[in-house]
Each structure stands twice: as structure tokens, then as C-alpha cells.
């Protein structure tokens, strides 16, 4: 066996998604209470819900359970029409990363990218950082040595937009693998806004011999 510490490890991807789903303003939206809302015709119709979707509309559910009925329905009815939507909607009816990401700052360098976005019918719009590609020349690179090597982010929750059914207010924070894909409501943590958190992360890497060895595992050297 051989254990070796690296100071410079390759930097992870960031995902960050609002913990509300959707901005106060257009709630209205979904009861066609308002004509100021987007033109949705030219999308079609929309999209089917999927099984993780369905499990979620029924987890909401269960937690309105025992709570002044009112409330409740009108939760479980907002959950249910916002599950008819599809992701063009839920997008733009979303948090957008111009006014939720405020400033990006690696190694105290200012960058301006376009941050990679999903849908969530959880979280609503989610953005990912990855530290490669296009918008990249090369990987980054992190270390424990340098104190300002390091990603520094300045987010806005924009509390004032939060519908009734978010009844936390922050931020949702996943720290994975560029090549995996984000999952936010199983692997990620929240963080909370009037607070300035210091995340610190550590990577370990398991390579297991090749056959003729028992476990007859591939070898890692050609990866």
C-alpha cells in the first residue's frame, strides 16, 4: 500500500441552488392571475413529471400534514400547479445567477463566466461551476499551503422573493466531482444568509492492482 499527500490537488466543481424555488412575483403566474407574465404558447405543452418529481410532491405532503388546513391546501395546490410547469418555465420563473451569484473571486482574480444550470423541482434553478472547459484555459488547482488559493463566492438569497411554502431562507451548496452528476437534495449542505462560511475539502483516491491480482481490478495508470 502507498499513501501520498498531495498539496495541490485538481479544484471541484461548486453546484448552488436557492433553497426557494421560485421568485414571489410570479406566483401569480400560476393561478392566471395577471397579465404581465411570459408568453409560454411557443414552448408547447408541458412536460411530464418524473418519478423523483412525484416522490417530492408527495414528501410535501407529508409535511403539511397536522397543519392548519388552509395552509396546507394551499401548499399542496401551489406544489401541484407548479409541478405542471415545464423546465423553460420553472426556469424563468426561477432565481437567475446575474442577481444570486454576485461576485466569483478565485485566487483573488475576478471571473466572469457563465455558470452551467439545471432545473430542480426541489430547488428550482441550480448552477454549477466547473473548473474546466471552455471558459477555462486549465484546470484549477487548490491548495492548503496558500490561504488565497482558494473560491471565494458572494450570494444573494433575495429573501424578499421567497414564496410561503420556503420556510428556510438560504442557500443550498453541493462540492463534487466535475464528471458527476449534481444531486443537491441528497449530497449537499445548506448555508444560511448573514453568516461568511469557510468550506474546506479533502480528496482521497483508492487505486487497486490489476489482474493477476484477487480483485482483478483495471489498472488506473492508463485513466
Not at 411570459?38 to 413529471?49: A, M, N, T
Not at 397543519?67 to 407548479?82: G, M, P, Q, T, V
Request: some cysteine; proline content about 7%; charged content about 25%.
Amino acid at each position: 500500500m502507498i499513501i501520498e499527500k498531495k498539496e495541490i490537488i485538481d479544484f471541484p466543481a461548486v453546484t448552488i441552488c436557492n433553497l426557494n424555488r421560485m421568485k414571489l412575483k410570479y406566483v401569480p403566474c400560476l393561478y392566471n392571475l395577471t397579465k404581465l407574465c411570459p408568453l409560454f404558447s411557443e414552448y408547447g405543452r408541458s412536460d411530464s413529471i418524473s418519478l423523483p418529481e412525484r416522490r417530492s410532491i408527495h414528501s410535501r405532503k407529508r409535511e403539511f400534514r397536522g397543519k392548519i388546513l388552509n395552509n396546507r391546501d394551499a401548499s399542496i395546490e401551489f406544489l401541484h400547479l407548479y409541478s405542471q410547469l415545464n423546465n423553460i418555465k420553472r426556469k424563468i420563473f426561477g432565481h437567475h445567477s446575474p442577481d444570486m451569484i454576485k461576485t466569483c473571486l478565485f485566487n483573488g482574480r475576478q471571473n466572469n463566466i457563465d455558470f452551467e444550470s439545471f432545473v430542480s423541482f426541489r430547488y428550482g434553478n441550480c448552477f454549477t461551476l466547473k473548473p474546466e472547459g471552455v471558459y477555462f484555459k486549465k484546470p484549477w488547482k487548490g491548495t492548503s499551503a496558500e490561504s488565497g488559493n482558494a473560491l471565494e463566492l458572494v450570494l444573494n438569497v433575495e429573501p424578499d422573493e421567497y414564496v410561503p411554502i420556503s420556510h428556510t431562507i438560504g442557500m443550498r451548496i453541493e462540492i463534487h466531482n466535475p464528471k458527476d452528476i449534481p444531486d443537491p437534495e441528497r449530497n449537499g449542505f445548506n448555508i444560511f444568509p448573514g453568516y461568511e462560511n469557510h468550506i474546506t475539502f479533502s480528496q482521497t483516491i483508492i487505486g487497486r492492482l490489476p489482474f493477476p491480482y484477487k480483485d482483478k481490478c483495471i489498472s488506473y495508470a492508463d485513466n
